[in-house]
């Protein structure tokens, strides 16, 4: 399917106006902010992870997989298509969701909900995972024809991707379109958000938002029983005229595709200079309202963006440069190995992950090391400015985040030896690219400041160096 269709379901072949309060927009909050998307893993394992891994590493949210009932299925967007608003699907039930929640609180890790507020399920009739029967555009005791957009193109379809009208009022890929603009659908799309943060949910991704207008999805928020600690909306932007993320800025966060499409040029073949200044990047958020990312689900099956396969280590250090970067709030994708772009979770959906990588079919990201130990880095540095910036060559750059951290990454194929400056203070520092601190000694490279703040490093070929006070002997 083209990347036009940018939403949890791309890749799905089978297929008034009330007044309301207005949203408060959600931005950053301070301390622990890197999001793992936990794609396709069921509940108890995402608890587990919590409790092992996640939680002691430093990352602040795990975005995990849509709670509702949905059609039947082993590819991965069943997922996507809604047949009703109970909590309970193969990645577990109610009670292991709320269960999952609270666990991963007790690890000091909040729990992110993708919420699909645009459309119900794409194929004709069947029943759901957890039994209710639907015909389209009729789910019964929810939704009955008249809650639906009908566009008059073939189909309903979507034809012409340029048009916002089409765009937010006529069918993706045969998905049911929520008519959104009516108090009935926004009161139930309410409910539905509600329940989530009944069972103790603390942020939410709004899928497919930009197939459904910016004003609607203010109603809905503004009916919330309470803030989400973090909003993010995924908005996909081709750079062709239409539907704009600025337009959802004023509800919170909006997920940077343009950050994540610039990351695979930059490593490929247009250089790393860019990064010095993202936000005066014309037409692109600002960082304060984007969400970055290297890859998501859909972006590494159409290799729009960089992923886990990509060659010269890009996709390690797309990941550092992401984390090291003071631009956005970051995402990091844990997914598992697939043959067909359809292809469902390995395992009977539950995720497992051993040292620094993924067992049993899963490739669990999050826990490579350049990757963890920059989630380390990033919580660091915190809002600390980029100071320092060097870059003398178009693969080459290196900057500090005020006086506690510095990285420099080098994306060419051969050694980068230099004398760096910083404004760290003078000791030894374990490279957290390499390695991190155990038992007061580094398990990878260690790095000297000395007193002027400099330090001599030979950064080999497409690798990188980071060190920060709290990785300081």
């Given at each position: 399917m083209t990347r036009l269709i940018s939403l949890g379901s791309l890749a799905a072949l089978v297929t008034l106006a009330v007044a309301a309060p207005t949203s408060v927009p959600v931005r950053r909050s301070s301390g622990k902010d890197?999001?793992?998307?936990?794609?396709?893993?069921?509940?108890?394992?995402?608890?587990?992870?919590?409790?092992?891994?996640?939680?002691?590493?430093?990352?602040?949210y795990v975005q995990v997989s849509p709670a509702q009932e949905t059609i039947t299925g082993d590819q991965w967007w069943t997922d996507y298509q809604p047949v009703s608003y109970n909590i309970g699907n193969k990645r577990g039930t109610r009670d292991q969701f709320r269960n999952m929640v609270d666990t991963c609180h007790r690890a000091g890790v909040k729990v992110m909900a993708d919420v699909i507020l645009n459309h119900m399920a794409g194929i004709d009739s069947g029943s759901g995972t957890s039994g209710n029967t639907f015909t389209h555009y009729n789910y019964p005791g929810i939704y009955e024809s008249k809650d639906f957009h009908y566009c008059g193109t073939k189909n309903n379809a979507i034809v012409d991707w340029t048009d916002p009208h089409q765009v937010q009022f006529c069918q993706l890929v045969n998905l049911a379109d929520l008519a959104t603009e009516t108090e009935y659908v926004r009161q139930k799309l309410a409910v539905h958000a509600n329940d989530l943060l009944s069972l103790g949910v603390d942020g939410l991704r709004?899928?497919?938002?930009?197939?459904?207008?910016?004003?609607?999805?203010?109603?809905?928020?503004?009916?919330?029983?309470r803030?989400?600690?973090?909003?993010?909306?995924?908005?996909?932007?081709?750079?062709?005229?239409?539907v704009q993320p600025q337009e959802y800025t004023g509800i919170g966060n909006v997920q940077a595709f343009q950050y994540a499409f610039a990351m695979k040029s930059a490593?490929?073949?247009?250089?790393?200079?860019m990064f010095q200044n993202l936000d005066n990047q014309q037409g692109w958020l600002s960082s304060s309202s984007a969400n970055t990312f290297v890859a998501n689900h859909d972006t590494e099956r159409d290799d729009s963006t960089l992923k886990d396969s990509?060659?010269?280590?890009?996709?390690?250090?797309?990941?550092?440069?992401?984390?090291?970067?003071?631009?956005?709030?970051?995402?990091?994708?844990s997914s598992y190995q697939y043959s067909s772009s359809s292809d469902g979770s390995p395992n009977g959906h539950f995720g497992t992950c051993e040292g620094n990588g993924g067992t049993n079919g899963w490739r669990c990201q999050h826990r490579y090391t350049a990757i963890a130990n920059m989630v380390a880095f990033h919580n660091t540095v915190g809002s600390e400015q980029m100071t320092k910036w060097v870059s003398p060559s178009s693969q080459r750059i290196a900057f500090g985040r005020g006086s506690v951290g510095f990285v420099a990454i080098n994306n060419e194929d051969s050694a980068w030896d230099a004398t760096f400056s910083t404004s760290l203070p003078a000791g030894t520092y374990c490279d957290a690219v390499s390695g991190s601190v155990s038992s007061g000694k580094c398990t990878g490279t260690s790095i000297t400041v000395d007193s002027k703040g400099s330090f001599k490093a030979s950064v080999s070929s497409r690798n990188a160096?980071?060190?920060?006070?709290?990785?300081?002997i």
């Open positions: 890197v999001i793992i998307q936990m794609f396709e893993w069921n509940w108890d394992s995402v608890a587990q992870e919590c409790t092992k891994f996640i939680g002691p590493a430093g990352y602040g709004i899928d497919a938002a930009k197939h459904v207008p910016a004003s609607d999805i203010s109603n809905i928020m503004g009916r919330l029983s803030a989400p600690t973090f909003i993010t909306q995924e908005v996909y932007h081709s750079g062709s005229p239409g490593f490929e073949k247009n250089g790393l200079a990509s060659g010269s280590n890009g996709y390690k250090l797309a990941h550092v440069l992401m984390l090291a970067h003071p631009y956005g709030t970051p995402t990091v994708l160096v980071a060190i920060h006070v709290g990785s300081k």
